[in-house]
Structures are given as C-alpha cells and as structure tokens.
C-alpha cells in the first residue's frame, strides 16, 4: 500500500503540473499575482447564503463567520481558552442560570452601498440576534427557511427563558436549567451578531431577504460582491474595533477541484487553499516557498444509517454492518497518514474519549451469519449516499463509498452509490431519503456536547444535524445529564455511559479522526488553524 501511495503521489505532481500550466495561461480575474494588499482564498464551494445562524456548511461558515461578524465571546484559537469579544466581561449567577454581559462601546457596523449605519452596537443587537433564532414571533425569524439547525439541535430556545436588555450596554440572559455548555455554545461560529437598525431598515424596505443575502455584521471584512460558483469579494471594514492586521481586500476564489487549488497555489493565483487533499500533501512539504500547518482535528467521519428505515433500525442489521467493512483499510486508502481510526464520537483530544471502548473487528463471515439471521438475504440492495465535497473529516466519500461497496458485495449486499450537488445533498438527507450516508462532523468548540447532541439527539432530527435520524430517550437522558454538572469528572462519567450505548446500538460507525491541514504561501503571515470552525483572515496580511 505504502509503495502504492508513492505512485499517487508522482501521478499527483504530474497532475498538478500540468495543472499550473493551463492556470499561467489564465486570465487574472480578481487581483494580480503582485497585489500586496490583497488575499486570495482558494475556497472549495459557494456558501448558501452569507449568515451562520442558518447554515452549520464549512462552505457557508468560512465565508461568514468570522469575515463579515463578531459574537459576544470568542475562542482563543491557540488555548482553547474563551475570550472576550463583543462582551468584554461577563458574570454567571452561583446557580448556573444568570449570565450578565457587558458590552464593549464604540464597535461600528459596516457602511454598505444600501445601508448606513447610524449608531454603533448596542443591547437592542444582542436581542435581536438571538431572538431570531429562539423566538418564532420574531420579525426575521421565517425569513430565508426559519431554520436554525445548531442552535435547534441543541435545543437553546427551550434553554433560555428570558433575554433582558438592562441597559445600552449590559445585556442578562437566564435559563430554565443550568447547562455547563452554554458560555461555549456562545462562541460558536453560529452565535452571531446582526444590526437590527439594518433588519429595521430593511422591514421599512419589505427587503427583508437581504439581511442574509448582502449581511451587515461588525466583523473585518465586510461584503462587496458574490458571483455563485466563481468568487466572493470582500472589502476592509475601515473602522474595525479589533487592532489587527487587515488586508485592502480579501477574495474567495470558488474552485471545487482540488487538483485545481493546489494548482493554483503553485502558480500563487491563489495565496490559501481551502482542504488539500491528502494526496497532494508531500507535494506543498516538497514546495520550499509553501507552508503547510497541520493539527489534530475537532472532528469525526462517520458512516451514518438511517434508523427510521427497516431494517437499519435494527441495532444487529447495524452492528453486521460495521463488521463487512475494514476500517483501517478504509483510513490507509482515504487519508494516507492524515487520520486515527475513530473508537467514539470524540477524539483523543477530548476529555471524555475514552480508549478502551469496545470496537467491531472486520469479520465478513460473522457479518454475513449475523445478517442472514436477521432475515436479510443475499441480493439485499441499499444506498450509500455520498458527500460530492472534500471535507477534512472524509476528504473522498465516493471513493470511500466505492470500497464500502466492494466489502458488502463480499456478503451479498447490493450497493448503490447515490450523490448530488452539495445544497441538494444535504436538503434530500433531512428529508430521510437516504439509507446510509458517509458524513461527519467537525467541532465549533472543545466541550464535547459539541459532538454529542448535534449528532445524535432527539432534537437534532429536526434540525437537520442527525444524519441517522436516531432519537433514544435513553441516550438523551445521558447526555443532557452530563450538563447538569460543572466539574469534568463528573460529566466525565455520563459521557461514558453514552459512549457504551452508542456502541451498542450503534446508530453510526466511527471511522476517522483526520488532522487538519492549512496550506498557504509564504508570504502570507498571521494565518493560524481555527480548530473550532471557520476560517478567520482578522489578523492576516501578506509580505
């Protein structure tokens, strides 16, 4: 296998050799190779629209995040550790519910060509933007879908009971219960700050789709123009409170082959790629004027069943299953060296990983046994839908699809491969059409309820995150004990307890924690690896 992947990777500098001859002989669309002021992001795929509330896609996150917004409280990208942001101190009552912040004065919004802003941020912002999202009777709350699938998979609406402006600048949040989770839940990529003087405005305008369309936040950059499928442009936000390093303008070069980004990182069209494939990574290492950082993922790649179907809603169909396939082979054939095989939804990285979880051996033979004892018999056809994007948790699902049929031809299943475009995809898989699907998740914070409720809850069903359209009374009861305590140890043990449920059931297989990758020029500095979400360019400026 090793001496195979060599052969790839000649196949693959041949590739992109070829590759950056037809990219030299391109056209310039956006910005010149010798624009010093300027930052081209090689991005893998259109967003769906330009606000994280509405959409958990990496594609729709990157593009929004952290350029166009700000939320209360960050994540410290290096320590993990929260941090202040919109909010600049915040207190917590002794019982757990009270949650009282302070806001920082003189943040301005963007000026954009249909809106200007006449104050600057303020409590009326906070509720606003949260009360879109958990209040129904909200002006916007419909408006673009009325779909909030991170903060409905973990059920914040029903957590919060009140949101309180005190004043201008101090904002109060209380909740029905304590949840150890909330303050990270809150620095989020999806916890985003809006105007509501620009949702004003906009009502006054009956225009209210353009609050998702051309957004207005307080981040670094604000938007300038949006071409599907070719490139989003964005434009210094000149009165950013942050005192960071910003860039004249900052473009996202929508490129959706891989082989294609590399390339054009090579013939530096582009100064960041979004995902290299694993294939392509010793060929940037061979690349003296190329940079590629690497850190362990916040992530899982999972094969998902869809519960609600017989006979996936059968644990032992489940279980058979996940003893057809070869899981390291899987990992060797997809990821090269770029993942660990996955035991539990977390990572190793997570304090409630647990090493010695139970795993299924591959044994086709007991596969086949325990199939035919469950009344499924040889000629059994099912789907395998496949992601039709790179992503770092699977950055190959139709080929990974491809080998997972392979195995289950050896025990007499049939399999159909089924993809379609990305919005298409993910719009058919929450309407339950799937059987299985190879998918995963990866984490917008370091607490591990982050995995385990938008994955695996009740709630998460109808928010689109359950990709096994799995609920268990049992399960839930597990995990949203684990939050009724603040000290780890504690919590420690409940999510135990769900790791050994889950691999009884097994409403999913683990299949790979992969590292994730940034590659960029040189030139390029301040560029660090988010492991908690989107890209941020705050920060980022080039030689």
Not at 442 to 464: E, M, Q
């Amino acid at each position: 296998m090793k001496t195979w992947n060599k052969i790839k990777y000649s196949i693959q500098t041949i590739t992109v050799f070829i590759l950056c001859i037809v990219c030299s002989a391109c056209d310039e669309l956006l910005v010149s190779h010798g624009d010093q002021d300027g930052i081209i992001y090689c991005s893998e795929g259109s967003p769906a629209n330009f606000n994280p509330q509405l959409d958990t896609s990496g594609t729709t996150v990157d593009a929004s995040s952290h350029q166009i917004y700000d939320r209360l409280i960050d994540f410290d990208p290096i320590t993990g550790d929260i941090i202040p942001a919109l909010a600049t101190s915040w207190v917590i009552s002794k019982d757990g519910k009270t949650y009282t912040f302070q806001l920082r004065k003189n943040v301005s919004f963007h000026s954009t060509r249909i809106f200007t802003p006449s104050r600057t941020v303020n409590a009326d912002d906070i509720l606003f933007s949260f009360n879109r999202w958990r209040l129904a009777a909200h002006p916007y709350h419909h408006i673009s879908g009325g779909k909030y699938p991170y903060t409905d998979s973990l059920g914040l609406s029903k957590l919060i009971k009140d949101i309180k402006r005190l004043n201008g600048y101090r904002v109060e949040i209380t909740l029905n219960k304590r949840e150890s989770s909330f303050l990270a839940n809150l620095a989020t990529d999806f916890a985003v700050i809006l105007s509501a003087e620009y949702g004003d405005t906009l009502i006054t305008r009956n225009q209210q789709e353009l609050i998702d369309q051309q957004p207005v936040g307080t981040g670094p950059y604000k938007l300038l123009s949006f071409h599907q499928d070719r490139y989003i442009k964005f434009t210094q936000h000149e009165k950013y409170w942050r005192e960071i390093d910003l860039t004249n303008q900052l473009i996202f070069d929508i490129t959706s082959s891989s082989s294609l980004r590399l390339a054009k990182l090579l013939t530096s069209e582009c100064d960041v790629i979004a995902l290299p494939a694993h294939s392509e990574l010793e060929v940037i290492r061979q690349q003296k004027n190329l940079t590629l950082d690497e850190i362990p993922g916040l992530n899982i790649g999972f094969w998902a069943f869809n519960t609600t179907r017989p006979p996936f809603d059968n644990p032992e169909v489940r279980k058979a299953l996940a003893m057809a396939i070869d899981r390291n082979a899987l990992i060797e054939a997809i990821y090269f060296d770029g993942a660990i095989a996955a035991k539990n939804l977390v990572p190793p990285t997570s304090w409630a990983y647990q090493s010695d979880i139970k795993t299924l051996s591959y044994n086709p033979i007991a596969a086949k046994k325990i199939l035919r004892e469950q009344g499924i018999e040889e000629g059994f056809s099912m789907t395998v839908w496949a992601m039709p994007v790179e992503r770092a948790y699977n950055p190959n699902a139709i080929k990974m699809a491809e080998l997972i049929r392979a195995y289950l031809q050896n025990i007499g299943i049939q399999v159909n491969i089924v993809t379609y475009e990305w919005s298409t995809f993910r719009k058919n898989l929450t309407k339950g059409m799937h059987d299985s699907v190879l998918i995963g998740w990866s984490a917008d914070n370091g607490d591990p309820d982050n995995f385990y409720r938008p994955l695996l809850s009740c709630d998460s069903i109808k928010s689109g995150t359950n990709r096994a359209m799995w609920c268990s009374k049992e399960y839930d009861k597990l995990i949203n004990q684990a939050l009724d305590y603040e000290y780890i140890d504690e919590r420690a043990y409940f999510y135990a307890k769900a790791n050994e449920y889950l691999a009884d059931k097994m409403p999913l297989i683990p299949i790979a924690h992969a590292t994730q990758y940034q590659a960029y020029n040189n030139k390029v500095t301040g560029l660090i690896i988010n492991p908690y979400g989107g890209i941020r360019f705050g920060g980022v400026s080039k030689k």
